[in-house]
């Protein structure tokens, strides 16, 4: 939905671990499915561009941390990125994200 020019993305916290926070320097906002390490997150600055996630590893990091290896995939299902990092169920997520030319950014995104 279109509102004063610039672009509504909802989403319900029913239905999303939502994660705000930064990769590098830019201002994203991460929706995990809740129960699932997959979902989309999207740059502030251009809401309209949704990025797909897709969990291709999980593995138990004890005291409820998870270590997730999630790749990022455009509208045409290119693999474009992958995060590196730590989940905190519903809490926080950080870690290095890698793009497909190989530059890194750390990141840290934690429940709004």
């Given at each position: 939905m279109v509102k004063n020019?610039?672009?509504?993305?909802?989403?319900?916290?029913e239905q999303y671990d939502v994660l705000s926070g930064n990769i590098g320097d830019y201002p994203?906002?991460?929706?995990?499915?809740?129960d699932?390490?997959?979902g989309f997150y999207f740059y502030k600055a251009r809401p309209e561009n949704k990025f797909?996630?897709?969990?291709?590893?999980?593995?138990?990091a004890g005291d409820g941390e998870v270590e997730l290896i999630v790749k990022e995939y455009i509208?045409?299902?290119?693999n474009t990125g992958t995060f590196f990092g730590k989940y905190m169920k519903g809490s926080s997520f950080s870690g290095?994200?890698?793009t497909s030319d190989d530059k890194?950014?750390?990141?840290s995104l934690y429940k709004r």
């Amino acid at each position: 939905m279109v509102k004063n020019n610039q672009l509504v993305v909802r989403y319900s916290s029913e239905q999303y671990d939502v994660l705000s926070g930064n990769i590098g320097d830019y201002p994203v906002t991460l929706c995990f499915e809740k129960d699932k390490y997959e979902g989309f997150y999207f740059y502030k600055a251009r809401p309209e561009n949704k990025f797909t996630l897709k969990c291709v590893s999980s593995k138990s990091a004890g005291d409820g941390e998870v270590e997730l290896i999630v790749k990022e995939y455009i509208a045409n299902g290119t693999n474009t990125g992958t995060f590196f990092g730590k989940y905190m169920k519903g809490s926080s997520f950080s870690g290095t994200f890698t793009t497909s030319d190989d530059k890194s950014f750390d990141f840290s995104l934690y429940k709004r």
